[in-house]
């Protein structure tokens, strides 16, 4: 599936919140407002959105809004060297709590894979993500300041 066929469409720490968190090198350099590259290895790029704000005391870590991108799903077996896996797709998935996230998509090369979270980071810092269908149960007191924050609007 691509970033497309998802209806959502599916950086560093200490960073301000005011611009990108691209390096210049990564792919990331028009990174969306907010967001910030957390960290970046060989097959794996962690993406989150306002670790000032995401600290416990403004809103709960564990929710920290996280894109993975990976080489190999990341359910695969612990251990499992994703260089070691020619053809091997990347796979791109916002997480809104470790147990709340949207369909991965899967993209051919990690170009395609930084754009399709590129495209989910954006949408998201710009309040057009439809993260509240992510939730079976939702918590509306926390998705009400999470628009707050996003500029979400019903």
């Not at 720490?13 to 611009?19: E, K, N, Q």
């Not at 091997?88 to 399709?116: C, M, Q």
């Not at 810092?125 to 439809?130: L, N, Q, S």
Request: proline share 8%; glycine share 14%; hydrophobic share 30%.
């Amino acid at each position: 599936m691509s970033g497309s066929d998802d209806p959502n469409g599916l950086t560093g720490p200490g960073d301000s919140a005011g611009d990108g968190g691209g390096n210049g090198d990564d792919g990331f350099d028009d990174l969306a407002v907010g967001w910030r590259v957390w960290s970046e290895e060989t097959g794996k790029i962690v993406l989150v959105y306002r670790p000032d704000v995401f600290d416990a005391g403004q809103f709960p870590a564990p929710c920290l809004p996280t894109i993975y991108v990976t080489r190999g799903q990341r359910s695969r077996r612990p251990g499992t060297d994703p260089r070691s896996q020619p053809g091997e797709k990347w796979y791109v998935t916002l997480f809104l709590e470790p147990e709340v996230g949207n369909d991965t998509s899967a993209h051919e090369d990690r170009p395609g894979a930084i754009a399709a979270a590129g495209e989910i980071a954006d949408r998201f810092a710009r309040g057009a993500f439809d993260y509240r269908a992510l939730y079976q149960v939702p918590r509306e007191a926390y998705l009400d300041r999470l628009d707050e924050l996003t500029g979400h609007e019903d």
